[in-house]
């Protein structure tokens, strides 16, 4: 079956502008987790949604950075006035129900480029 | 503050040659270990471990975990060149909030040569 796609593949903004990266998970896959993985870096966590559960944003780095996934499926990440530190791959990862015993299912990612 | 180290950050070998990829961790809540295996972008899975010495092999690969120690070893034998990869170490823990997370490391570069 389809695995977790990610859109765009590759986006370049300036300096202050917002942008918006896609995720649609594995169909059925009730978790639906956001990294980052910037040059030379390991992933970071972003954020967790579970279910129907409010989301643990724990790993958001300012308030420009939100979430929202809509009917427990496709889930967009924005990026407010984005700034050069926030060029980065974003990874988009699904698993069949949440907690780690369940395999994550990442997406090929989008690389995000603020000139 | 939660930390993953990975050691070394990049190795360079010959085909054939077996290689050792070190993980050591200081995670509060700690539920398991992962390694992944990126090749391009997305990470694919290779173990997940949650007892301590107790090792799990696929085919050339094996890993196990000393939760004594809070580190894990990867193991690569006979390496071949589409090993050439980064491999990233991540520990699963528990958040305040009741939910669970990874943790990752900086990743270990392997090229390997043929």
């Known amino acids: 079956g389809a695995g977790v796609s990610q859109s765009p593949s590759n986006k370049v903004t300036e300096k202050g502008k917002d942008v918006e990266l896609r995720c649609d998970p594995i169909?059925?896959?009730?978790?639906l987790y956001w990294y980052r993985q910037s040059l030379g870096q390991g992933l970071e966590f972003l954020i967790y949604?579970?279910?129907?559960?409010?989301?643990?944003k724990s790993g958001l780095p300012s308030d420009r950075f939100s979430a929202e996934r809509t009917g427990g499926s496709v889930s967009t990440l924005t990026i407010q006035r984005t700034q050069q530190e926030d060029s980065a791959v974003y990874l988009c990862?699904?698993?069949?129900?949440?907690?780690?015993?369940?395999?994550?299912?990442f997406g090929p990612g989008t690389r995000l480029t603020v000139l | 503050e939660d930390k993953v180290v990975q050691s070394p950050l990049s190795l360079v070998v010959h085909e054939g040659d077996t290689v050792t990829l070190n993980c050591s961790y200081e995670v509060t809540n700690f539920r398991s270990l992962l390694w992944y295996k990126q090749e391009k972008k997305a990470p694919t899975f290779l173990f997940m471990l949650?007892?301590?010495?107790i090792e799990k092999k696929s085919g050339r690969l094996s890993s196990i975990l000393d939760k004594k120690e809070l580190s894990s070893i990867l193991n690569i034998t006979a390496t071949q060149t589409g090993d050439s990869a980064i491999y990233l170490c991540?520990?699963?823990?528990?958040?305040?909030?009741?939910?669970?997370?990874?943790?990752f490391g900086k990743g270990t570069k392997l090229t390997v040569n043929p």
């Open positions: 169909s059925g896959h009730t978790a």
């Open positions: 990862a699904s698993s069949g129900v949440g907690g780690l015993e369940n395999e994550q299912f």
């Open positions: 991540a520990v699963g823990k528990l958040t305040q909030g009741g939910s669970e997370k990874l943790v």
């Open positions: 949650t007892s301590s010495g």
């Open positions: 949604f579970q279910g129907n559960s409010a989301p643990d």
